[in-house]
């Protein structure tokens, strides 16, 4: 069974770093076409897709947040970690973590079939 | 956002509805639709050309024409009342990207 669970702190104050842990079980991070992603939803918005780091190390982020974002993962822990620095009040929202388990760079798809329940993160002084 | 879906949808119980993104990057990927009930995370409803995940019901079905994607469910039942996101990677295939949502009322 495929799971993953997000950790963090759920309140973190402005300008401040937000560290997010994203454990995971039921598969290897080491596997061929597997990736984690991380995604964020502020209240009574869309999602965003925030990053994704792959089976060969490559990471990718969100290039309107690319400056402020640092994913990357332990396979001997299963563990994916996002780092967001100077954090703002908009930054609000519930953190996910969700698997791409066959990526491809020349595949015409892409999605995510596992998700966390998700790890609510106020940001306020 | 570079897929676009219409806010709000309805469907009479039992009726057929069909959710629509369009975008650019739809032109040669496959969207992902994601279904999202209050309080809870996503859930994948159906991605590629015409892959349904497991325990999805077929009522649930997926289909694409030039840069428009869409999701459709025949016989709309109360559970199906939900947000609706798709998703896809961008041109330049290294980034991803939502949809606004659509949000569903089956009345």
């Known amino acids: 069974q495929v799971t993953l669970r997000e950790s963090g702190p759920a309140l973190v104050k402005p300008t401040q770093t937000l560290t997010l842990t994203c454990t995971f079980s039921g598969f290897s991070l080491s596997t061929r076409g597997m990736c984690v992603n991380w995604i964020r939803q502020p209240p009574g918005k869309a999602l965003e897709w925030l990053a994704r780091?792959?089976?060969?190390?490559?990471?990718y982020y969100n290039t309107s947040l690319q400056t402020r974002l640092t994913i990357s993962k332990d396979t001997s822990k299963n563990q994916v970690v996002l780092t967001m620095t100077n954090m703002d009040p908009v930054d609000t929202a519930t953190y996910y973590c969700?698997?791409?388990?066959?990526?491809?760079?020349?595949?015409?798809?892409?999605?995510?079939?596992?998700w966390g329940r998700g790890t609510t993160v106020t940001v306020s002084s | 956002s570079e897929l676009t879906q219409d806010p709000a949808a309805s469907v009479a119980l039992g009726q057929t509805v069909r959710l629509t993104c369009r975008g650019d990057s739809l032109k040669t990927d496959y969207a992902s639709w994601y279904q999202q009930r209050p309080g809870q995370a996503p859930l994948l409803v159906f991605f590629?050309?015409?892959n349904r995940p497991s325990g999805i019901p077929d009522r649930i079905s997926g289909s694409t024409s030039e840069d428009t994607a869409f999701l459709t469910i025949t016989g709309a039942q109360a559970e199906d009342e939900a947000d609706y996101y798709c998703?896809?990677?961008?041109?330049?295939?290294?980034?991803?990207?939502f949809g606004g949502g659509t949000k569903l009322t089956v009345l």
């Open positions: 590629g050309k015409n």
């Open positions: 998703n896809s990677r961008d041109v330049s295939g290294n980034q991803v990207v």
């Open positions: 969700a698997r791409t388990p066959d990526y491809h760079a020349n595949a015409p798809y892409f999605y995510m079939d596992v």
């Open positions: 780091i792959d089976w060969e190390d490559d990471q």
